[in-house]
């Protein structure tokens, strides 16, 4: 009986003990996540701030500048007949009494009349009109060929006479080459002074001359004297026989020329061939010579003869084709 007592004993003993164990250690468990559900919190709901919303003008306004003239004082306007106080506006304490206008007609203007004032001995105010600057355009400057630089070179007056050989020798010369002669002769009227005067002749069979004494220059003469020069194969016969350029620059040294410009070929026809003693009798009296070839050698006979009777005149040779004579 004792043993069975002693038993239960024990085993109510154990059984406590575990429960108390078992106890223990699911409160240690559960009171970190007691604690940490017990933080205290404040919720404060966040107001969403308000947006005002601006709708832009549809077009842009216009700003008008406000202007006041500081020249003049400000005014105040005055309630009262009392003289104005640091305040500014001061209350009437009466009202001021009506004055009638003297003048019966309420046509008439209230206020100053018009009146003339006269200064005398005031100085004229002259009106200035400005003009826009315009840049002036520079004139184109003409190109001038050697034989326009050599009549310009000569001082005072000049008695020109154009000569031009279209003899038998000059029967093959081609068309554009003596076309270019002639252009160059056409041009240099276009150059001549009205002091200066001028003439034109051609021989082959028979010595052509344009007119009787010195043309003088004007813009008429001008454009008609080119036109002859522009046609004056036309003016030639060449039936029969020739003259040469040193017969024909005698007929013209009776004319008393200051410049004879010499279109040849150089070769002498009334002759066996070129004779240089012969060039000084018939250059004189033609003034200088201003002597013209083209399609030939600078030791071409004939330019041989061209270049001597430039020499002689004091004048100047021009082979076209070839530029400046050695």
């Given at each position: 009986m004792k043993s069975k007592s002693s038993k239960a004993l024990l085993i109510s003993v154990l059984f406590h003990?575990?429960?108390?164990?078992?106890?223990?250690?699911f409160w240690f468990s559960t009171n970190p996540q007691r604690n940490a559900d017990a933080i205290n919190a404040l919720f404060v709901i966040e107001e969403k701030p308000k947006v005002r919303r601006v709708t832009p003008p549809k077009r842009t306004r216009v700003r008008h500048r406000r202007t006041r003239d500081v020249s003049q004082p400000r005014l105040k306007v005055l309630t009262s007949n009392q003289p104005a106080s640091t305040r500014g506006v001061v209350s009437a304490a009466?009202?001021?009494?009506?004055?009638?206008?003297?003048t019966k007609d309420v046509g008439e203007p209230v206020g100053p009349t018009a009146t003339n004032i006269e200064f005398d001995d005031t100085p004229r105010v002259q009106r200035v009109i400005e003009r826009?600057?315009?840049?002036e355009k520079k004139a184109k400057t003409r190109f001038k060929s050697r034989l326009v630089r050599f009549i310009e070179a000569q001082e005072g007056p000049q008695r020109i006479v154009y000569c031009i050989d279209l003899s038998t020798s000059m029967q093959n010369l081609p068309p554009h080459k003596l076309k270019r002669i002639i252009d160059l002769m056409r041009n240099s009227l276009t150059f001549l002074e009205p002091h200066d005067s001028f003439n034109i002749m051609a021989f082959s069979t028979e010595l052509i001359v344009y007119r009787e004494g010195f043309v003088p220059v004007t813009e008429q003469?001008?454009?008609a004297s080119s036109n002859y020069l522009a046609d004056i194969q036309s003016q030639i016969h060449t039936k029969g026989t020739d003259h040469d350029m040193l017969s024909a620059l005698t007929e013209?040294?009776?004319t008393v020329p200051t410049l004879v410009v010499l279109f040849s070929d150089g070769i002498p026809t009334t002759i066996a061939g070129p004779d240089l003693t012969l060039v000084g009798e018939h250059a004189a009296g033609n003034g200088r010579i201003f002597a013209m070839g083209v399609g030939m050698a600078p030791?071409?006979?004939?330019?041989?003869?061209?270049?001597r009777l430039?020499?002689?005149?004091?004048?100047?040779?021009?082979?076209?084709?070839?530029?400046?004579?050695?």
């Open positions: 003990a575990g429960v108390g164990v078992l106890g223990l250690f009466e009202p001021a009494p009506f004055q009638p206008f003297d826009p600057f315009k840049k003469t001008v454009a013209i040294s009776k030791n071409f006979p004939g330019a041989v003869m061209l270049r430039a020499t002689v005149s004091e004048g100047d040779l021009w082979l076209v084709d070839r530029g400046r004579s050695r």
